[in-house]
């Protein structure tokens, strides 16, 4: 018996370990290779394929299910699955190639698996890309000995509205539940029954409504789990596919959009270690749909005697150079965050240069505060403790950071969240205080943070003051002095930081209109903010640029159709402040704005280059150190920490009076909602609900309890929810999902009807 | 039970009747080992069991001693030490592990503590058979009364299983003491050093541990001497089948099987003649009638091609139609298979249903060659034991009775017709897959 030495150990011990090298033989080639490297990855190493099923590394450490690695390794009488076998020193390994045990082996997982298996191939979405089939073809024998009638079940079952389950297809692989057990800890997927008749289920027959689910209908190495949007779409060697990166948050998960016939068909992960480790939430898995919606808004529209009405492209040019005109220089740009730097940038020129207004509204502050604690988002799982600040969740806000912190807690790291439903609990606006008291010599945690070798802050919710605060008690912690240790900020809007950058590269004058004589609203997340709303009404002229026309078709003169982020090419910085290039997917059925905003600019004598490549060369030299956009790669890197100078800590604003009610309302964006979402049939059951969140000291007083039909109301607004009691949640603060809170003040009172 | 000429060991005590009172217990000089074992302290404790020898009663055989010395010592784990105690006992055959703990669960209690001081352990558990709710409350009562005389410095916690044969492989046991699906783990790591909840854990039979106290009383040497050389001992035997009196017998290793089946069982009835032996549970190969001889040890029976496993002996005579034999224990298998590896969940499907075709007499020639086939290909593949279980003793079946299998296959039938012993017997299995995969079948 001999114990493999990746067990456990610190993090200084796996490092010694990892540069301790072993010599192996395989087939007869000796590679070397840190010692504890697996036998798989070994082999890979020595240019030797040892064929997988099963083993999927980021799902957790091999279980020798499948049998498909079989191998004979001198000095042991039995057949080993790699897998599971790190390699040691000296061992001598045969594979399939060229041990006649190793091929009998895997020859007989190879009939075993296709035994029972349909000859669904022609009609499987997984065809050309499947690994049993591929395997099959290399490995198989081309006949069968079984004649007997094949198992045959019900399917395909629906999991959940974005999912298709078929169990005859399943090889009992256990990629898919050890990813609901182990990384997204969901716990929804499971097997059920035993032997011949086990298979995947969720319980009850329940929908698997984890937010990561569609991850396992990429881990599926065959069509048992397949996307119900993409059921029979097209073949994997048909496609067109575009490097690009999610636009739905400041994660930036960098995905792979492949189209065919100029159609989106499907969004996949295209794993950047650093950021996502191939993992993609099913927003920005399963969103790419809204393009296609009939709700679309495809050409230009203007205000008409009763409705919206369609116009040509020269017309509705005509009309904004008319309208910029008009508002002599009185024009204010609000941003949504979900812009390019490059159209966010050619936006500003046309706004600075073309309009002469420097009034900008941006969807949030963003600053170079952090710069100076910048790690990785993968730096998370190695922690060894974390503090979030946590007034908004993170997985609303940046739900890959939420999976990093699972993973972070199962590698072993403390994570504490503080807020209103923390593990400290602290009230909305009480954040930046409670970083001060994290800073001072005597907290217990603080003392946790500067005794550990690397500690991460986090903080997610509004009034970061663009990071201010983290970045004052990141300097006290002395986190930039700390490999690995730092700090991040995670903004609402996916680009905040980057549009901030255009703005301000597209002009250094500082005039400030008093009046709105032309509003343009760029997004339809800044359409759908009650701020940018009230200023459309005070502005003698509004243009909005939009994928829908629900929110600016109320109010707006002038809507112009926009493109969505899988259309759009140009960069975006995420959280980390890693710079990221988007690759637009072929094809859009609206203008690219980036031609008309150059069609513009022409009539107003703005110099804007209509390429996005040319727009970042001039933002480069500008903004981005004249760093090149090939520099960023497939995969982009993270930009070097800053010197850290010495800080003022921004002073903690107490939280502001209440007005309206007693209870303080929380209204934040779900992870499943905005624009895009809002228009994707299969995830209408991942809409938040509507629902309050009380506390159960605040229910109780009022009589309320879980399920009642109660009325939030604050300043003759009144919305009819339903109470959901939340254990973990502060009295004294209610919590609704921002697209059912109407026009509720920050002040609320809840009661029964 | 024969007179005893033989010493009596486990079951010590029991002769005349149940020692579940404490009382009764303490008369026959029970828990005097423990007291013996603290003052030896866990070093000494450790090294009797060591000389004594004792291998596995569980099935595999592994020395007991040898295993305990791969834990980590107290000082240097991590993580606490556990002992489990493997009261699974679900192999058709078995059912010894429930005589020791319904007539003398005090030994099994005084087994764990010393064991448990000899390896460290904080904390001990046993995972009985769901099914064997009677000896549950039994051992309950004895450990509660235990608790109360302060007898249990390390504690003990019983927990029921939920009726799953692969739950007593020792890494499925653990999975689902955890609160997880029961499905073995890949090994290594072993347990010994990645068990319960990752700590280092030591897991024995309930037979096993109650050996123990025995071993101490006498001192390891003086055990080691019982029994024969690689088998030393006493061991519990389950006697079934085609014999006049089954039940479980103690006997040193190295007794006869007709010994235990003539002079303890009193013979096969009638007069019939015996047709062949299941040496060690249903997972066993079958041995044919002329090994009837054969010294009872581990290595004279895994010599003749088997093993003794947990020393369930079945009696078969010649009544016995073996194809119906070799598909109700294939069935078995197919339906205990926990489906983790493709070689077992699938290929103990294909077996059953190439069994059953040829027990219909719908079979081929080349479908027994298949079947031959399919076993070797199982063999050797599969994560744990169960896969390999099947694939040997279905291919034990087909290797000594092969002229059977073809009876069937030219005769299109069953040449017993309806006079086999085993014809019209069913199981829950035949309940559960002639529900389902007959139904299939018939689509
Ligand atoms: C499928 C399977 C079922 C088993 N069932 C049992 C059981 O019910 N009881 C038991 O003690 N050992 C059983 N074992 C053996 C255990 O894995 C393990 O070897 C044993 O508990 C170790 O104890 P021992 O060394 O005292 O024999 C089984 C093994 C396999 C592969
Ligand atoms: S559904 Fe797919 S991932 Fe899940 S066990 Fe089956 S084959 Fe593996
Ligand atoms: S976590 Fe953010 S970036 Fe990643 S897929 Fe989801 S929405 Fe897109
Ligand atoms: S051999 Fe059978 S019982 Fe054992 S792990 Fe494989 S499928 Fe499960
Ligand atoms: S890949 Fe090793 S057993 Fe599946």
């Given amino acids: ?59 957790g450490a091999g279980i020798g299910a499948c049998r498909m690695c079989l191998v004979e390794i001198e000095g042991m009488p039995k057949l080993q699955t790699g897998c599971t076998t790190p390699v040691t020193d000296g061992m001598v390994v045969h594979t399939a190639g060229t041990s006649e045990q190793a091929a009998a082996g895997q020859s007989a997982t190879m009939e075993f698996l296709l035994l029972n298996h349909p000859l669904d191939c022609p009609v499987c979405d997984k065809g050309g890309e499947c690994a049993l089939q591929d395997l099959s073809f290399r490995y198989g024998s081309g006949k069968t000995r079984m004649t007997f009638r094949k198992r045959s079940l019900e399917k395909p079952i629906p999991i959940s509205p974005t999912i298709a389950l ?122 790419y749909s809204h393009l296609y919606s009939e709700e679309r808004i495809l050409t230009p529209r203007r205000r008409g005697v009763r409705e919206l009405e369609e116009l040509g492209w020269e017309q509705a040019l005509d009309e904004l150079e008319g309208m910029i005109e008009r508002a002599q220089g009185e024009v204010v740009l609000a941003l949504s965050g979900s812009e390019t730097l490059e159209l966010a940038y050619a936006l500003a020129k046309i706004v600075r240069q073309g309009a002469g207004s420097d009034r900008v509204v941006l969807p949030e502050q963003a600053a170079d505060a952090l710069d100076p604690f910048r790690v990785p988002i993968s730096a998370l799982a190695e922690a060894e403790e974390i503090v979030v600040f946590e007034e908004c969740p993170v997985l609303d806000r940046a739900p890959l950071i939420e999976l990093w912190l699972k993973q972070a807690r199962r590698n072993g790291a403390h994570v504490t969240r503080i807020g209103p439903s923390g593990d400290i609990q602290r009230g909305r606006g009480e954040a930046a205080l409670a970083c001060q008291e994290l800073a001072e010599k005597e907290s217990a945690l603080g003392k946790r943070l500067r005794a550990a070798e690397r500690a991460i802050l986090l903080w997610s919710g509004g009034g970061g003051a663009g990071g201010c605060h983290l970045a004052a008690l990141a300097h006290a912690l002395g986190l930039h002095e700390k490999e690995g240790s730092g700090a991040l900020l995670l903004p609402a809007s996916p680009n905040a930081r980057g549009v901030a950058e255009a703005w301000a590269a597209a002009g250094d004058e500082n005039r400030q209109p008093r009046q709105i004589g032309l509003l343009v609203v760029s997004g339809d997340e800044a359409a759908s903010e009650p701020q940018v709303r009230q200023l459309a009404e005070h502005a003698r002229a509004t243009v909005a640029l939009t994928l829908f026309a629900g929110d600016s078709g109320e109010w707006a003169d002038l809507v112009l159709p926009a493109t969505g982020y899988l259309e759009r090419s140009g960069t975006m910085r995420n959280l980390e402040g890693r710079l990221q290039r988007l690759r637009g997917a072929t094809g859009s059925p609206a203008r690219r704005e980036l ?96 629902e309050v969140e009380i506390s159960p000291e605040d229910a109780d007083r009022r009589g309320i309890s879980g399920g009642n039909e109660v009325v939030v109301r604050s300043n003759g607004t009144r919305v009819t929810l339903r109470a959901r009691i939340n254990a973990a949640l502060l009295p004294g603060m209610v919590r609704v999902a921002a697209e059912h809170c109407a026009e509720l003040a920050r002040g609320v009172e809840v009661s029964r009807p | ?200 854990t030591l897991i024995n039979n309930v037979e096993t541990i109650a050996t123990v106290p025995k071993v ?71 041995l044919p009638a002329d090994q009837v001889d054969l010294s009872m040890d581990f290595d004279s029976v895994q010599k003749a091609g088997s093993f003794l496993g947990s020393a369930s002996v079945i009696v078969i005579d010649e009544r016995a139609c073996m194809v119906q034999l070799a598909l109700r224990i294939g069935q078995f298998y197919m339906n205990e298979s926990c489906g983790k590896c493709t070689p077992c969940r699938e290929g103990t499907r294909w077996i059953e249903m190439i069994l059953r075709k040829i027990e219909q007499g719908r079979a081929s020639h080349a479908e027994l060659d298949l079947l031959a086939d399919v076993c070797d290909r199982v063999l050797g593949k599969c994560l744990c034991a169960l896969g390999d279980s099947d694939a040997m003793a279905v291919a034990s079946y087909v290797k000594h009775f092969r002229a059977e299998f073809e009876a069937h296959i030219e005769q299109g039938g069953c040449p017993y017709g309806d006079t086999s012993s085993l014809a019209g017997v069913r199981s829950p299995v035949d309940e559960i897959y002639r529900g389902r995969i007959g139904q299939e079948a018939a689509l």
């Fill in chain 1, 595 to 690: 031609s008309w905003l150059a069609e513009l600019a022409g009539r107003l004598g703005v110099d804007l280059p209509g390429s996005e490549a040319a727009l970042f060369t001039e933002l480069s030299a500008k903004v981005l150190d004249g760093i090149s956009l090939a520099s960023l790669g497939d995969r982009a890197p993270l930009p070097p920490r800053v010197e850290a100078q010495t800080f003022e800590a921004a002073r903690a604003e107490s939280p502001p009076t209440l007005l309206g009610g007693p209870l303080e309302l929380i209204r934040y964006r779900a992870l499943f909602s905005g624009p895009e979402v809002e228009h994707v049939p299969e995830l209408s059951f991942q809409r938040p609900a509507a």
């Fill in chain 1, 1 to 59: 018996m001999s114990a493999p030495e990746l067990v456990g150990g610190s993090a200084a011990d796996r490092e010694r370990i990892a540069h301790e090298l072993v010599t192996v033989t395989i087939d007869g080639r000796q590679v070397q290779v840190p010692k504890g490297t697996g036998l798989v990855e070994a082999a890979a190493a020595a240019g030797v394929e040892i064929p997988v099923f099963c083993y999927e590394p980021r799902v």
């Fill in chain 2, 216 to 286: 101490i009383e006498l001192g390891g040497e003086a055990y080691a001497k019982i029994g024969v050389k690689d088998s030393t001992g006493t061991r519990v035997f389950s006697l079934s089948g085609d014999v006049v009196r089954g039940g479980n017998y103690e006997l040193p290793h190295g007794t006869s099987f007709r010994e235990l089946i003539y002079d303890c069982g009193g013979g096969i009835a009638a007069g019939r003649k015996l047709k062949a032996i299941i040496p060690g549970g249903s997972s066993s190969p079958v």
């Fill in chain 2, 1 to 200: 039970m024969a007179k005893a000429k033989h010493p009596i060991l486990v079951l010590a005590g029991a002769e005349q009747g149940d020692l579940r009172a404490l009382e009764d217990y303490r008369r026959a000089g029970g828990y005097a080992s423990l007291e013996k074992a603290r003052k030896l302290g866990p070093g000494a404790t450790l090294e009797q069991i060591k000389q004594a020898a004792v291998r596995g009663r569980g099935g595999a055989g592994f020395q007991m001693g040898q295993k305990a010395s791969f834990l980590p010592s107290p000082g240097q784990a991590k993580s606490p030490i556990y002992l489990v105690v493997n009261a699974d006992e679900s192999e058709p055959g078995a059912f010894k592990d429930r005589e020791i703990i319904n007539r003398v669960p005090h030994r099994l209690i005084e087994g764990i503590q010393i064991a448990a001081l000899a390896i460290g352990a904080e904390r001990c558990f046993v995972y009985i058979r769901g099914e064997y709710l009677s000896e549950y409350e039994v051992l309950s009562a004895a450990l509660a009364e235990a608790e109360a005389a302060k007898l249990v410095s390390v504690p003990i916690l019983v927990h029921r299983g939920a009726g799953a044969y692969i739950c007593g492989e020792e890494t499925a046991l653990l999975e689902s003491l955890e609160g997880k699906r029961g499905q073995p783990r890949s090994k290594p790591p072993f347990p010994a050093l990645v068990g319960l909840y990752n700590s280092p």
């Fill in chain 1, 166 to 287: 078929d169990r005859e297809r399943c090889i009992m692989c256990f990629r898919c539940t050890r990813f609901s057990q182990e990384v997204a800890q969901d716990e929804e997927l499971s097997a059920v029954n035993r032997g011949a008749l086990s298979m995947i289920a969720t319980f009850e027959d329940e929908p698997y409504r984890g937010p990561f689910s569609g991850n396992v209908t990429e881990l599926c190495p065959v069509g048992a789990l397949t996307s119900t949007q993409y059921r029979f779409k097209a073949r994997p060697w048909e496609y067109e596919q575009a490097a690009s990166v999610c636009g739905l948050c400041p994660v930036g998960c960098n995905v792979a959009v492949q189209s065919r016939e100029g159609r989106v068909q499907r969004v996949l992960s295209r794993n950047h270690p650093e950021v996502d480790r191939g993992w993609l939430c099913d927003k920005g898995r399963f969103s």
